[in-house]
């Protein structure tokens, strides 16, 4: 009976003791653990524009761009007017190691331009001409390919010919935006005439004359200097100078040197008054004799247009207008006169005539509504009407005079 309990049992030891050193592999004390590696963060995948470069083929005739790009990308285009453009926004896409513009100036193509539309958008545009070429997009694995051409010197077919491989073009400056403007014009007052009555004391009697300033049309000279701001909106300064010539004129009334209560209406006509005009300065007090009241109005102007209408060649666009005018004004200053019997109106006769010169500076905002059409690449030609109203007082007859008056400009415009 011992002896078969000792051959039962050894089978048993066997298979416990394997069964425990199976454990004892399979889960190693705690303490012998590794600590867990830190986890890595995921990095972010980072697409870049890498280059752009363009190569005439020499069978087809066409102009082949190619853009590529470094990781994984989208593209989506369009098309733009008012000037021509082609747009493809790449997406996403982050950074751009492609030089900002591109000239091309062949096959319709005038510019290629690069830059970082929004943060994961970067946006390639493709000036074209006003008569716009013929194009075709391919997609490739590592970017686009962009095939321009003349129907005259390109066959209808839309995919290109294979071309050799291109060269990086070197970056050129981009332009500025800036646009050189000016020309000459007229200017018309919507209130041209100044009139002033003052009374004064003649034999006894109260006498008058009424002085009269009347604004001719006049010439204007205006140079300025914009910059566009986008495709719809523009900003700049300039200066214009014009010449007022304004016609004097008195009427008086006088009383009779012998009649009580008789008084005579006398005219006195701007070449009446010609022969013997003389001038008061606010510096110079001592009078100088002119033929005519000439004087100048500079006005220093700031603007902004906003575009209303747009075509390949026309641009009509409208805003305010803000100006610092500065000038002088003429006022009377006192006049004699001789007489002679039998004193009637025809006996008068005006001996002289003195004028006071009253300086002025004042704000004079405006409304500005310009019209350009384009003559060619950079150079347009423009029409503008521009209205101005400003109240400028006289100091020598504490009155004001109106300026109220409208600016028609005719000029050339040249972009750079």
């Given amino acids: 009976m011992e002896e078969f309990l000792k051959k039962s049992f050894t089978p048993i030891r066997g298979i416990l003791c394997g069964l425990v050193l199976v454990a004892t592999l399979s889960f190693p004390a705690a303490a012998q653990e590794p600590p867990p590696e830190p986890a890595v963060p995921a990095q972010e995948t980072v697409s870049v524009l890498k280059e752009i470069s363009y190569k005439k083929t020499p069978v087809a005739g066409q102009l082949v761009v190619t853009v ?41 193509l005038r510019n290629i331009r690069a830059g970082q539309f929004l ?9 074209l001409d006003d008569r716009a070429p013929s194009y075709s997009i391919t997609s490739l694995p590592d970017g686009v390919r962009v095939a321009f051409w003349r129907e005259a010197s390109a066959g209808v077919e839309a995919s290109p010919a294979p071309v050799p491989a291109e060269k990086p073009v070197a970056p050129v400056p981009a332009p500025s935006g800036l646009v050189l403007r000016g020309g000459p014009g007229m200017t018309l007052f919507f209130k041209p005439e100044f009139a002033v009555k003052r009374d004064f004391g003649l034999y006894g009697e109260t006498a008058s004359v009424t002085e009269r300033l009347n604004q001719k049309i006049a010439p204007v000279f205006d140079v300025g200097l914009g910059k566009r701001i986008n495709p719809q909106f523009s900003a700049g300064l300039g200066v214009a100078y014009q010449t007022l010539r304004p016609d004097p004129s008195l009427e008086a009334s006088l009383p009779h040197p012998f009649q009580a209560n008789t008084f005579r209406q006398v005219t006195f ?67 004699e006169v001789t007489e002679k019997s039998p004193y009637q109106s025809k006996d008068v006769t005006l001996t002289s005539v003195t004028y006071t010169e009253n300086k002025f500076i004042k704000l004079d905002p405006g409304m500005l509504l310009s019209g350009a059409y384009t003559l060619g690449d950079n150079l347009n030609v423009f029409a503008t009407l ?9 100091e020598s007859l504490q009155r004001r005079a109106s300026l109220f ?12």
């Fill in 68 to 108: 590529r790009l470094e990781g994984t990308f989208a593209f989506e285009t369009f098309a733009l007017t008012g000037p021509m453009r082609l747009v493809i926004d790449f997406s996403p896409v982050n950074g751009i190691d492609a030089p900002p513009v591109t000239t091309v100036n062949d096959a319709g």
């Fill in 386 to 394: 521009r209205l101005h109203y400003v109240d400028v007082m006289v």
């Fill in 405 to 416: 008056r409208l600016n028609l400009l005719l000029g050339l415009e040249y972009g750079f």
């Fill in 119 to 127: 943060p994961s958008v970067a946006r390639v545009v493709f000036d």
């Fill in 269 to 335: 006509e701007t070449e009446d008054l010609t022969e013997n005009m003389w001038v008061i300065s606010q510096t110079v007090t001592k009078p100088r004799q002119v033929r005519r009241l000439d004087t100048g109005l500079w006005t220093v102007t700031a603007w902004g247009l906003y575009s209303v209408y747009q075509t390949e060649t026309i641009d009509v666009s409208a805003g305010p207008v803000l100006g610092l005018s500065f000038g002088s004004l003429y006022s009377l200053e006192d006049f």
